[in-house]
């Protein structure tokens, strides 16, 4: 009887804390959070390459005015080459140039393209390439890699002749893309002006 006595007690008491539901919840912790980024508005500088630092250079395009090129000075950097940066994003388009010297350097260059790019394979969930026809008449390639890479977003340009325009968004760091969307589609409009607007000098 005294069994009983501190039994039922430990019954009742059970019975009066699973009443509420009949399926057992599991813990979930919450995603984690990201700060919202506030955009600015996209605005270009039509005169960036009218600057004696870019003179005689054989392209021009429109560069967003919250960006600022330089020319390359890396290593492995070659005559023309520049970099737009986006300091506040700590993103950066790499361009490098080629001067057309007949076809076969124009499929040695687009298959060198192909290779940068599909070198994100290992992490890339995707690659999706769009061939595209811009307001000067030339032929674009563009390439959009999803996934945690180093870069998201790729094109190259060119007149099949004369000129080869090939360019790159790259972040310090290829880990939580999901957290970069807002920059790399900021960005990446500014890459589709920079398309829209590049000419041959």
Not at 155 to 164: G, I, K, L, Y
Not at 175 to 194: F, G
Request: glycine share 2%; net charge negative.
């Amino acid at each position: 009887m005294k069994t009983l006595t501190y039994i039922l007690p430990l019954l009742l008491s059970c019975l009066f804390f699973n009443c509420g539901t009949s399926e057992s919840v599991a813990y979930l912790p919450k995603p984690r959070g990201y700060h919202r980024l506030e955009m600015p508005t996209h605005s270009y500088e039509k005169n960036a390459f009218k600057n004696n630092q870019f003179k005689g250079y054989p392209y021009s395009f429109e560069v967003a005015k919250n960006a600022s090129i330089i020319p390359d000075d890396s290593f492995m950097s070659e005559p023309y080459w520049v970099e737009v940066q986006y300091p506040e994003f700590k993103a950066t388009v790499d361009i490098s140039y080629k001067k057309l010297a007949n076809f076969d350097s124009l499929i040695g260059y687009t298959n060198t393209s192909n290779v940068l790019t599909f070198k994100h394979n290992v992490r890339a969930t995707a690659i999706d390439e769009y061939t595209i026809r811009t307001p000067k008449g030339y032929t674009a390639v563009l390439y959009e890699i999803e996934g945690d890479v180093p870069s998201q977003f790729q094109f190259f340009v060119t007149d099949s002749t004369e000129h080869f325009f090939r360019a790159a968004l790259y972040f310090p760091s290829s880990t939580q893309n999901d957290s970069l969307a807002p920059i790399i589609d900021y960005v990446k409009e500014d890459m589709i002006h920079m398309i829209n607007t590049l000419e041959w000098q």
